[in-house]
C-alpha cells in the first residue's frame, strides 16, 4: 500500500497523467483506493496528532502530504516545532484546516490560531475538522486577505486547494465572489493578537497578502513566516524572488527555500532575533 502511495506521488506518473487527461480518473480511483472507510484520517507529525473527516480526492491527498507525500512536510513541521503553548499563529489560506488543528493543538488553550479561508464549502469543511477535534482556540474568517478591501471572484482549481484569486485555472467553472480585506486592518477592526507566526498559501496572491500585513510582521512579536509561492500564478509584474524582498523588506533577514516537484516552493523568513541554527 505504501508503495502504490510513492508512485502515485512521483513526477513523472503524475505529469504522463496530467498530459493524457487522465489526472481526474485515476484521482477519483486512488481515493477509491486508499480513502479510510470510516471517513477519518489520523495525522501524526512530530508528536502532536489530529482527526480529519476526508470528502473528497482533494481532501485525501492534502492530509497525506503531512507524512511527506507532496512535499508539505518539512514546512509543516518547520512551523510544530517552532511554536510553543500560549503562541499566536495566523493561517491564511486555511482550506480544511490541516495547518490550522495541528497548530491549534501545539498552542494549546493559552494560545490562538486565526484562520482565513474564503471558499464556501471549503470553509464549512474547516470548520467541521475543528469541531471533530474539540478545539476552541481557533477564530476562523470567510474572508481573502489583500493588499485593499473590497470583493473578487475567487476560482476553483484542479489541485489540492488550488482556489485562486489570480486567473481562472483550466477547466472549472466561474468561480464564487468573496470579500478581500487589507490585513493589518483587520487587525486592527477585530483587535486581533499579533501573531508569532504567519503560514500564507494561497495560489499566486501571496504578493498582496504580505503588502497588506506589511506592520502586522514589522512589529517585533512576529518572528516566522512560511508563505508557498506560485510563480506561474503570480501578477505579470511580481517576479518570484520579489515576494523574497518582501518580507526582508519589513525585517525577515533569514529566508530559506524549499522546491517542490511542481515548480511551486515554500519560504520559510526569520528574524534576526529567532534565526534557526
Known sequence: MQLLKRLTYRRVVITSARLLGLRSILRKWYYWWARPRDGIVLVKLAGTSAQFY????????LLESAGGAGGEQRVL???????KPGEVV????????????????VVGDGGQVISFEPEGQTYAHLLDNLKLNGL????????????????????????????SLVHTPEGKGPGEVVDIVEGDQLV???????????????EGYEYAVIQGLRRTLAHHACQLVCCEVHPA????????????DLLRSVGFSRIDTYPRWDKTFHLVAYKEASLAG
Open 233 to 244: 500564478r503570480l501578477p505579470a509584474d511580481i517576479k518570484p524572488e520579489t515576494v523574497g
Open 77 to 83: 513541521e518547520r512551523l510544530v516545532t517552532s511554536l
Open 136 to 163: 476552541t482556540n481557533v477564530r476562523c474568517f470567510r474572508k481573502a486577505l489583500g493588499e485593499r478591501s473590497g470583493q473578487a471572484k475567487l476560482y476553483s482549481g484542479e489541485v489540492i486547494g488550488g482556489a
Open 188 to 202: 486592527l477592526a477585530e483587535n486581533l493578537p499579533l501573531p508569532r507566526a504567519v503560514k500564507i498559501d494561497v
Open 54 to 61: 476526508v470528502r473528497t480526492p482533494e481532501e485525501l491527498r
Open 90 to 105: 495566523f493561517d491564511v489560506g486555511a482550506n480544511v484546516g490541516l495547518y490550522t488543528v495541528l497548530l491549534a493543538k
